[in-house]
């Protein structure tokens, strides 16, 4: 039984900060890279942002580079997505994902290669 729970959403206004978490049980995460991704109403699920197993390399969308930060605590089972100068158009659900192969060293963008899924944070950010 593997699920993802994800933290840490709410309403800000623009320019303001949140910090999203997402608590893994059922699977130790240190050996596979995970992500985050969002959904606004009416659009497809989009690619965030991802991190490789080890935390030494990260991915980011072009619409969220130098705002967003994601980063893990293997100890922890948790991986996080730090969300810095927040926009309007930022609002989305955001959903956190196990990529499904261990010790995975290749584009970690396609979303259809990860397996487990969280239910999702709401963030809203008004204008």
């Known amino acids: 039984q593997v699920q993802l729970v994800e933290s840490g959403g709410g309403l800000v206004q623009a320019g303001g900060s949140l910090r999203l978490s997402c608590a893994a049980s059922g699977r130790t995460i240190s050996t596979y890279a995970m992500g985050w991704f969002r959904q606004a109403p009416g659009n497809e699920r989009q690619f965030v942002a991802a991190?490789?197993?080890?935390?030494?390399?990260?991915y980011y969308a072009d619409s969220v580079k130098g705002r967003f930060t994601i980063s893990r605590d293997n100890a922890k089972n948790t991986m996080y997505l730090q969300m810095n100068s927040l926009k309007p158009e930022d609002t989305a659900v955001y959903y956190c994902?196990?990529?499904?192969?261990?010790?995975?060293?290749?584009?970690?963008?396609?979303?259809?290669?990860?397996?487990?899924w969280g239910q999702g944070t709401q963030v809203t950010v008004s204008s």
């Open positions: 991190i490789r197993y080890t935390g030494g390399n990260t």
């Open positions: 994902a196990i990529h499904g192969r261990r010790f995975y060293i290749g584009n970690l963008y396609p979303e259809s290669d990860y397996d487990y």
